[in-house]
């Protein structure tokens, strides 16, 4: 089928790029001409692993993308038209939809007759309404539809969640669009598609549950989704704080949760929290929905609370072990709000780095993929960036390990023992390390409800 695809970021590369795999014809438009040129020849402005090797298998199949800055290519070409351009919080934590509307006056401008408009990215209530109406202000001789299909992918492993989604989410007001959507994704509804090797089918992979609601229904499923899983993390974290109290270990008290099968083990990490460009945003966006329905979301206030307080929490856990910040030379494990992606966005780590240089701290960080996109786009943080993890320990009067990528997992703590200095303080963000061992080296090792 012929698809196009509006904003080429991290949802809306991935979903044109598993398109074009599965054999669909697949234009991309976005407004970045850097991005795009730099997408013509095959280069992935973003860390997404496999994502380079999947775009190239395209040309295979002669399914390689087009990749244009020009609307009217794009909008011309498909049938099936996919808005996933970014709805990021505005100070008020409403979205900002700014990019969905100019995408709705592009489509009316330009798309073909009796296409299907599809909103990817994460929007409010009504909002399916509202393009729908700005494409007829634009357009009014324009036939045309429009659904919503909400993403769950996740930066880091975005390739397998879509090729082996645990559901496929379609809100539609009628059967037309319905009914085209599931054709467009049939391959991966019955798994009929040969899997790339480095992204091989699970064992017993089974067909996708292809789930069937009005647009509002699928517009609430996303945010009620997110807002779920931060929920959980959130809870563990209040769970961490009270098992701090009271000598109880989180990380077991969660196994022994998590095992309930009504419960669920995944999302129960206790730690400093939660971030990126979702949860925080899309929570957010479902308390303001509540309130312009003057309800009180207490449940939501709390996620958000209970997550923005674990970062100050580490601050504390510091000051509680070296009284005075000032002049102390502290190192952060990580810049990703979480392993395996560049991406900064609400990261831990930018709050974490700045509090403690608000307090005469001297900071260093090292990233194994995220640091130059923190460079570039934090040029005023006073940090030092080092290149390894080891680089880091060296002299530091204590340690921070906010992201849990592999690599540091895997870390030769005694060696990192060895090169620091000071307090030897190693403050384990993500309950990763244990607290049997990290002593028996001789850290001062403090971890979250352990
Ligand atoms: N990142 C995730 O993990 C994730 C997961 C699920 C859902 N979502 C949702 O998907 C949406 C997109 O998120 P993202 O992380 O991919 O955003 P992003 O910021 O990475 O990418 C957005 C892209 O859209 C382009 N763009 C903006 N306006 C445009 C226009 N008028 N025409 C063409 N291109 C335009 C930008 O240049 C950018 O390349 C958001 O609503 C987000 O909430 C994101």
């Known amino acids: 089928m012929k698809v196009s695809v509006i904003g080429t970021g991290y949802v809306g590369l991935v979903t044109a790029t598993c398109l074009a795999y599965l054999g669909h014809d697949v234009a991309c438009l976005d407004i970045d001409e850097k991005k795009i040129e730099g997408l013509k020849q095959g280069q992935i402005p973003i860390y997404e692993p496999n994502l380079d090797q999947l775009l190239e298998d395209t040309k295979k199949t002669n399914k390689f993308p087009i990749f244009t800055t020009d609307p009217k290519i794009a909008m011309e070409h498909g049938e099936i038209i996919f808005i996933a351009v970014g709805t990021p919080p505005k100070e008020n934590g409403e979205p900002d939809l700014r990019y969905i509307e100019a995408c709705a006056k592009t489509i009316g401008k330009h798309a073909k007759q009796d296409c299907i408009v599809i909103n990817k990215s994460t929007v409010p209530v009504g909002s399916g309404n509202w393009v729908y109406m700005l494409i007829e202000q634009a357009n009014p001789k324009l036939n045309f539809h429009v659904a919503s299909n909400p993403e769950f992918l996740r930066e880091g492993s975005a390739i397998f969640d879509t090729f082996y989604a645990d559901r496929i989410v379609i809100g539609a007001d009628e059967n037309f669009a319905r009914a085209k959507l599931k054709e467009l994704y049939k391959p991966l509804i019955e798994q009929s598609f040969t899997p790339p090797n480095y992204c091989p089918r699970p064992h017993g992979q089974a067909h996708i549950p292809f789930i069937s609601t009005d647009i509002t ?24 704080n009270i098992c701090d109290l009271v000598g109880a270990d989180v990380t077991e008290v969660m196994q022994g949760i998590g095992t309930d099968s009504r419960i669920g083990g995944k999302f129960l990490n ?3 929290g939660w971030g990126g460009s979702c949860f925080g945003k899309d929570v957010q966006a479902l308390i303001k929905i509540a309130e312009e329905y003057d309800y009180n979301p207490e449940l939501l206030y709390g996620t958000t609370n209970v997550n923005y307080k674990q970062r100050n929490l580490v601050i504390k856990r510091l000051q509680d072990q070296m009284k005075i910040l000032k002049g ?5 494990l990580g810049l990703a709000f979480k392993p395996n992606t560049d991406d900064l966005r609400d990261a831990p780590a930018l709050d974490i780095a700045k509090a403690l240089i608000k307090l005469g701290a001297s900071v260093s960080v090292t990233d194994p993929i995220a640091a130059e996109n923190c460079k570039k786009q934090n040029p005023d943080l006073e940090v030092n960036y080092v290149n390894d993890p080891y680089e880091l320990a060296q002299g530091k009067d204590a340690l921070i390990l906010v992201t849990e990528w592999d690599e540091y997992r895997k870390l030769d703590l005694e060696k990192v023992f060895r090169f620091m200095g000071g307090s030897k303080i190693l403050l384990d963000g993500r309950n990763i390390y244990s607290p049997v061992d990290a002593k028996k080296i001789g850290f001062n090792y403090i971890s979250i409800g352990r």
Not at 228 to 238: D, G, T, V
Not at 328 to 332: Q, S, T
């Open 270 to 272: 206790a730690g400093i």
């Open 217 to 240: 229904s699928a517009e609430m499923i996303k945010y009620s989704a997110n807002s779920f899983l931060a929920m959980k993390i959130s809870f563990a974290n209040q769970i961490a």
């Open 328 to 332: 102390k030379k502290i190192g952060l």
